[in-house]
């Protein structure tokens, strides 16, 4: 079944603690990104990736890291999680960067840092 | 300013009613348009994308305003399964690889 998975789906950390959320894609998708969605905000890009070794900012990038050494994977990455990045959290590909092709979603991570 | 928005709604309609969404961008600039559907914090998935001259998928039309910058989506004969909330996405244009979401209408279709 073509599908994007993350893991974990639910996570409760603590302030401080690094952790690295996991978004797979078995569809040989080129184009990844990374969204938080917050009550009243929408959805808004993290990072995104064209390909493997090739990332690129987002709208809210700051206190995040991502990495795409191989195709399939595109994992996000709290180097030190504060409250404030406590969010839902979706990754999304695509079969080629660009602005015309449906996003397909994987279901969600939901983040909470005490 | 935001780049896109929505009336959060709740729209409340019957079944059977026809009720339409707008949203409105602010970079004229922006290249394409997308509708998506959201059930109760699941994944977004996508419902239609919107072309220049407006284009429709069963009960579902979606039509794009340049001269006003907003893209609508009109839903007829509504259904149960019809409730959700639809996110409107734009691609600012400036940059092919970024997207920005609206806040989501939310749709209550009552029996």
């Known amino acids: 079944e073509a599908q994007v998975t993350q893991n974990p789906r639910y996570l409760i950390t603590v302030t401080g603690k690094k952790l690295t959320v996991t978004c797979s894609q078995n569809?040989?998708?080129?184009?990844m990104s990374w969204y938080r969605q917050d009550p009243g905000l929408g959805l808004r890009q993290i990072y995104y990736?064209?390909?493997?070794?090739?990332?690129d900012k987002g709208d809210v990038p700051e206190g995040y890291k991502v990495s795409r050494k191989e195709k399939r994977n595109f994992p996000l990455i709290l180097e030190s999680p504060s409250p404030n990045q406590t969010s839902l959290y979706f990754c999304?590909?695509?079969?080629?960067?660009?602005?015309?092709?449906?996003?397909?979603f994987g279901p969600g991570t939901r983040l909470t840092v005490t | 300013r935001k780049e896109v928005e929505q009336d959060p709604g709740p729209f409340n309609v019957p079944e059977g009613a026809t009720v339409a969404f707008n949203c409105t961008y602010s970079n004229s600039a922006s290249q394409s348009f997308f509708w998506y559907r959201q059930d109760c914090r699941k994944e977004p998935k996508l419902l239609m994308s919107v072309y220049s001259s407006g284009n429709e998928d069963g009960r579902f039309t979606a039509q794009l305003n340049r001269a006003s910058q907003y893209i609508s989506l009109l839903i007829r004969d509504s259904k149960l399964s019809d409730s959700a909330t639809y996110l409107c996405v734009v691609n600012p244009g400036y940059n092919f690889n970024k997207f920005y979401f609206g806040s989501g209408t939310k749709l209550n279709v009552k029996p």
């Open positions: 999304a590909s695509s079969p080629r960067p660009g602005s015309s092709y449906e996003q397909y």
């Open positions: 569809m040989n998708h080129e184009y």
């Open positions: 990736s064209m390909n493997v070794e090739v990332t």
